[in-house]
């Protein structure tokens, strides 16, 4: 693994991988700036690959498609990163493709890709579990970035137009930090070349100041939303916890693992499906932003267990803060996530995309190595203490169920 700065002054991270026939760049813009209206940054990236100034969508696709080039953007709420893998002998087209993407995108279909989203959003929110997400992180970010979910979406989107988008993508391209990542079969001294002359125009605004700022979770909230043909009860309970940037996060990954993100083998799976036969599904989550981070529990059930499931959360973070995890579970839970880690990294494009991630974020692009060894090194009573920093008031909790189960408290 390698970084150069490219003469645009954007940092290039690439890793070496002998004898692969197809190699992965990805290329990250920072978003640091709030969008003015919630869906914003979602139409703009969805507005890519729909056509540029030397070719239409349609021309885009058959090439693409014709040179087994994989190219496309997503959209998080703290980048825009766009993703281009090819066969080593196409590396050129690919990168004068993506270059024509990112540099001449036209946006004329703004008016359809608003017409489309504002369909897709109801039938989207049809679903219990989409639905009841959707008024948890709307609530648990109120007023943030982070929780313009769809709902919010549908508020906004009819004051977006497209000289905004227009402007986002300008301030994105010209005034936000970014990286490039590389990874294949290839040669130093040609990648470099490539993307110097493809992108020397794009600038690096590595020093720019990020106007997003931390939410804040003033008060535990209870939201409970009424949904009355739904079959299953939807509960969500979840609390503003440390960050990737922070010295516990390597803990309270494990503590992640070990409450519910480690499947069959989790204590919210044992205790409250496999025992006491509450859950149809039952886990929890840990996501990191640039700005905050989130732990939460979430279960599926008969909207008659919703108190005898809130019980069982109650019993499991009770036991997790107070009661000493053994050497066993905690080998255990380091090996499950050590493991599962692995997979993120076994392609090319994997590899390329956790190392702009992580150097787009200040870690460096070798930092997965460095959390690999943290993780091993978590001790129990780094168990107990990250749960008690993270699992206490204020929280969220959002339930849904139809009406007459909604009276729980």
Known sequence: ??????????????????????????????????????????????????????????????????????????????????????????????????????????????????????????????????????????????????????????????????????????????????????????????????LNNYFADIKNASAKKCEIESPILEKTEIVKIQKDDASQAQIIQGWHVPTIFDKDYPAIMVMNTMLGSSGLSSRLFLELRDKKGLAYVVRSSYETYNKAALFNVYIATEPKNIKTSLEGFKIELDKIKNIPVTEQELENAKNNLIGKRQFFTETNLQQSSLMAFYEDKGLGADFEEKLIEKIMNVKTEDIMRVANLCIKEPFVLTVLAPKEYLNFD
């Open 1 to 194: 693994m390698k970084k150069i700065i490219l003469n645009n002054n954007i940092p290039l991270v690439i890793k070496q991988n002998k004898n692969t026939p197809r190699c992965a760049l990805c290329f990250y813009f920072k978003i640091e700036k709030p969008e003015n209206r919630a869906g914003l940054y979602s139409v703009l990236n969805r507005l890519f690959l729909q056509g540029t100034k030397n070719r239409s969508a349609k021309q885009l696709a058959d090439e693409l498609d014709e040179n087994a080039i994989d190219c496309y953007s997503e959209m998080k709420y703290d980048f825009i990163r766009f993703k281009l893998q090819c066969l080593n002998e196409d590396l050129e087209k690919g990168i004068e493709i993506l270059s024509d993407i990112i540099k001449n995108s036209t946006f004329d279909d703004f008016n359809k890709e608003v017409i489309k989203l504002k369909g897709e959003i109801p039938a989207e929110m049809d679903d219990p579990k989409s639905k009841a997400m959707d008024g948890f992180y709307k609530n648990i970010f109120k007023n943030h970035l982070y929780g313009h979910t769809y709902t919010k979406i549908l508020e906004d989107i009819n004051y977006v137009t497209k000289d905004d988008v227009i402007n986002a993508y300008n301030n994105i391209l010209d005034d936000s930090s970014k990286v490039i990542s590389f990874v294949g079969d290839f040669e130093e001294k040609t990648v470099e070349e490539l």
